[in-house]
């Protein structure tokens, strides 16, 4: 992969990160578990995107 790639996926993780730990009230699991799904849907597509 590709150094820009590699900056891609980490924009997304660091975001997905300061997301999951902004709320001051508890995060209910399922709202966890679809950041989890999109950080990781966002990530495929950033793999896709620069590896074609």
């Known amino acids: 992969m590709t150094f820009w ?3 891609a ?3 997304v993780l660091i975001g997905g990160v ?5 709320g001051k009230k ?3 699991r399922k ?3 679809a950041l989890l799904w999109f ?3 966002v990530i495929l597509f950033f793999i ?4 074609r």
Do not use: Q, S
């Not at 896709?48 to 590896?51: A, G, I, K, V, Y």
């Open 26 to 28: 508890k995060t209910e």
């Open 31 to 33: 709202n966890v578990v």
């Open 48 to 51: 896709w995107w620069f590896t």
């Open 9 to 11: 996926i980490a924009i």
């Open 5 to 7: 790639t590699w900056i």
């Open 18 to 22: 300061i997301a999951a730990n902004g």
């Open 39 to 41: 950080v990781l849907a």
